[in-house]
Structure formats: C-alpha cells, structure tokens
C-alpha cells in the first residue's frame, strides 16, 4: 500500500526483456534505503517487488498483464520514473490509499499553463469513467491527486482535468507531461468496491426475476377462477 505522496525521481538504467516479460533496473538511492529483497515499490504508481539491489539500485520483475495494463510496456532505459516505498503503518497520510494496481491508462488531451500551476486534461475510458468524480482521489503515474473537474456524463468521450502546484510539477514527472503522453491511472478502492457490490445485487436481481415473476404469477389467482368461485 502506498499515499501517492512521491519520494524521488529515479530512472530506468536497464530493461531486459524476457518472452512476454520484463526485468527493470532501477536507480534510485533514497527508496533503495532501507529496502529489502521482497519489498514493494512503487514505480509510476505500478506495485514492483525488489528481487535484487545495490546500494544505488534495485531490480523488479514485470509481468505480462502489468506490460499490458501500464504504460511500462513503452518505458525505455533513461525514462524518468516516480519511485514511493511501501507505506509505514502509523505514518502520514498524505495522499490517499494507493494500492499500486493500475486500472488502466489515459492519454493527455490537453494543458492549460498558470503562473506557476498547470491544469492537465486526460482521456478517461468507458470503464474508468463511472469510477471518477469531481473532487474525488485519482492516482496518476503512482502521484496522489485530487480530480479538479470532469465531463459530463452525456459526453461520448469522457475526461478529467486535475490541477498541478509548482512542487508536484517539479518533484514528479507530471512536469515534463506533452500533448499525447500516456499515464498510469489507478482510481479510488472505495469507488471499485462500490461498483463491484452494486454489479453483484444488479446480477443477481436480473437472475431471481424469472423466478419470482414464476411465482408470481402461480400465487395470483386467474380471472377465470376468480369468476367460478364469485357465482358458485
């Protein structure tokens, strides 16, 4: 479990792919610390387990779906990479509950400068979409932030903007975020396990039907009988 709440920027040193697979080398000197073999890090808020490690670096497995549902797949050696540690019970929460488990990705439509902030619209999938709220929790790239405004529901094409304060642009690499980049988008737990609870009684609503119109229709006594029994 993570906050969202981004410890240093790091970098990718070596990709080694393997059939389907991957095995990243990371740099990164301040998670690295006090990290161990089996540990969880977050690398652009996708959960990664240390199976190797210098004082510098550490290396992580990533398997096919984790390629295949995060931006990961595209990433090259050099790439700059948010890195958080696992969460300490009894620390701050600075962010939210950030699990590491990406839901999906989205794409930047847009980017409005401030003075010193940045407002940064993003594409939002039609399974992401319902998921999403107006000033509701959004992980992008592993980075903890709060959605400034989305579409309206009757939109075909479905967006979220967040807003951008000078420290998270400088500290994070939402800063070098083009026109067109693709982000790892993780949405809030509360907001999945409501959807999921809600699908489940849904479903098995749409399957008792049936059977209840059957019996129904077997309590209710037909016109007919209704008619004998009034005239006998």
């Known amino acids: 479990m993570f906050t969202g709440i981004i410890e240093e920027l790091g970098s990718i040193e070596h990709i080694e792919h393997t059939n389907d697979a991957a095995r990243l ?16 890090i977050s690398v652009n808020g996708v959960c990664l387990t240390v199976v190797e490690q210098t004082p510098d670096t550490f290396t992580a497995d990533v398997m096919a779906q984790t390629l295949a549902m995060s931006t990961l797949s595209g990433a090259t ?34 980017i409005v400068p401030g003075d010193a902030w940045r407002v940064v619209r993003f594409t939002l999938g039609p ?27 009757a939109e075909p094409e479905q967006w979220f903007e967040v807003s ?10 939402l800063g070098g975020l083009e026109i067109g980049d693709r982000v790892n988008l993780e949405t809030d737990i509360l907001a999945r396990h409501v959807e999921r609870m ?10 008792a039907a049936p ?22």
């Open 127 to 153: 399974a992401l979409a319902p998921l999403v709220v107006d000033k509701g929790s959004i992980a992008i790239d592993g980075v903890s932030l709060t959605v400034s405004n989305i579409s309206p529901a």
């Open 77 to 110: 050696e050099g790439s700059a990479v948010n890195l958080e540690r696992a969460a300490l019970v009894g620390g701050r929460l600075g962010g939210h509950l950030v699990q590491g488990h990406i839901d999906g990705t989205g794409t930047v439509l847009a």
């Open 198 to 207: 809600l699908a489940l009684a849904a479903s098995a609503a749409e399957r």
């Open 211 to 232: 059977a209840t119109r059957a019996a129904s229709e077997l309590s209710e006594p037909s016109a007919a009988s209704v008619v004998q029994r009034s005239t006998s």
């Open 25 to 40: 080398t990371i740099r990164g000197p301040l998670v690295v610390d006090g990290a161990g073999h089996g540990d969880s």
């Open 164 to 173: 951008l304060i000078p420290e998270t642009l400088a500290a994070t690499t």
